[in-house]
Structures are given as structure tokens and as C-alpha cells.
T-cell receptor, first 114, second 116 residues
Framework: AQSVTQPDIHITVSEGASLELRCNYS??????LFWYVQSPGQGLQLLLK??????LVQGIKGFEAEFKRSQSSFNLRKPSVHWSDAAEYFC????????????FGTGTRLLVSP | KAGVTQTPRYLIKTRGQQVTLSCSPI?????VSWYQQTPGQGLQFLFE???????NKGNFPGRFSGRQFSNSRSEMNVSTLELGDSALYLC???????????????FGPGTRLLVL
């Protein structure tokens, strides 16, 4: 069965510092991978996605992620964090017919310190 | 282009009642998916509708049901509410055609349901 693991429940980063959020997936074929962000009381906003091709994908708000098949990982990175990046981040893999069943990780809550 | 809209945004019900939530997808999107988000279980897939047919289904009891109309709008219904049904219910839409790939889901703001 498909699964996604986000090993870090909380991460605190100083404003201006770099960020890396970890995501490991389990999927039998080429995965369709996503990173979403959720601010308190809000829905999910897509940051970036990987379907095929270049393993380094660029997203919105200066985020990028790298797909590493050998490590079954899809880690999210940002070179310089802003206070407005404080939110919860979810990694997901697409499954089911049409890959429309998203299987989410448990999320990582990012805190940004001044 | 307007995003995914969900109504109502907040809802309070009592145990044993039933509830219907509504979702209007992005114009042109034909697939609508529903998710439940709780602090304990996280984000869980309920079901997905495409062309008025349930195409994918999660592991929820039969009290949870849904439907999709010809204009792609979708409703989900929860009958005989339990305290554990208190959650944020998120709807997402995508273009996803049959066999389509690389289709991204876009989420609405959610309906927060509180069961007392």
C-alpha cells in the first residue's frame, strides 16, 4: 500500500536560515508527489509537484524539492525562510484511478523564530 | 478564475443528526475529491467523483456518502453523526479525465464540522 512518512512533527528555523523538510514515500511505480502548505484554519495550497523528468522541481514562494528514487525521498527546501512561511507542510503521493487519491503524510509544523 | 468553494464554512450538529456539505469545483474541473482532517488521524481520503460516478473510495463507513451533479458540483453526506466525525472536511477539484495523468488537485477552504 502507498504511504508517506514525514519524520519531523515540528521544526523551528530562524528567519533567514535555510529549511529542509523531509518526506519519504512508499509506492510501487513511478510516484506522483506533491507538497502542500496549510495555514491555520485554511485549506491546502499546492507548493509544487513531481510527475516525471527533472528531479529538481521548483515551486511557488521560493520552494524547491528534489526527487531521489534511490532513497524514496522528496524533500522540500528553501534557501531563506521568511516569517510568513510558518505553517504546516504536507507531503502526498497520488494513488488510485487517475492518481486522484492523495495519500498524505502526517505533516510538519514549521515555526519561524525572529 | 474562482477557486474551489465550500459551503457552509462552519457547522454545529448533535450526535445522531445528519449533515450535507457542498463543494463547487473550479470551472472546467470534472473531478471532485473529499478529505477529512482531524488532529488524531490527519488527512484522510474519503472518496472521489468523476462524471457523476464514484471513481475512488477511501476506508470510511457507509455513513459517509457523496454524489456529483452534472455541473460537477458535489455534495457529501454524513448520517447518524458521531462525536468522532468532528473534523475539517476538505474538498478538492482537478481536471482529471479518465486515464489522465499529471492532474493536480486544488483545495477549497474546508467546512469545519463540530458534533456535540
Amino acid at each position: 500500500a502507498q504511504s508517506v512518512t514525514q519524520p519531523d512533527i515540528h521544526i523551528t528555523v530562524s528567519e533567514g536560515a535555510s529549511l529542509e523538510l523531509r518526506c519519504n514515500y512508499s509506492y510501487g511505480a513511478t510516484p506522483y508527489l506533491f507538497w502542500y502548505v496549510q495555514s491555520p484554519g485554511q485549506g491546502l495550497q499546492l507548493l509544487l509537484k513531481y510527475f516525471s523528468g527533472d528531479t529538481l522541481v521548483q515551486g511557488i514562494k521560493g520552494f524547491e524539492a528534489e526527487f531521489k528514487r534511490s532513497q524514496s525521498s522528496f524533500n522540500l527546501r528553501k534557501p531563506s525562510v521568511h516569517w510568513s512561511d510558518a505553517a504546516e507542510y504536507f507531503c502526498a503521493v497520488g494513488a488510485g484511478t487517475g492518481f486522484q487519491k492523495l495519500v498524505f503524510g502526517t505533516g510538519t509544523r514549521l515555526l519561524v523564530s525572529p | 478564475k474562482a477557486g474551489v468553494t465550500q459551503t457552509p464554512r462552519y457547522l454545529i450538529k448533535t450526535r445522531g443528526q445528519q449533515v450535507t456539505l457542498s463543494c463547487s469545483p473550479i470551472s472546467g474541473h470534472r473531478s471532485v475529491s473529499w478529505y477529512q482532517q482531524t488532529p488524531g488521524q490527519g488527512l484522510q481520503f474519503l472518496f472521489e467523483y468523476f462524471s457523476e460516478t464514484q471513481r475512488n473510495k477511501g476506508n470510511f463507513p457507509g455513513r459517509f456518502s457523496g454524489r456529483q451533479f452534472s455541473n460537477s458540483r458535489s455534495e457529501m453526506n454524513v448520517s447518524t453523526l458521531e462525536l468522532g466525525d468532528s473534523a475539517l472536511y476538505l474538498c478538492a477539484s482537478s481536471l482529471a479525465g479518465f486515464g489522465a495523468r499529471q492532474e493536480t488537485q486544488y483545495f477549497g477552504p474546508g467546512t469545519r464540522l463540530l458534533v456535540l
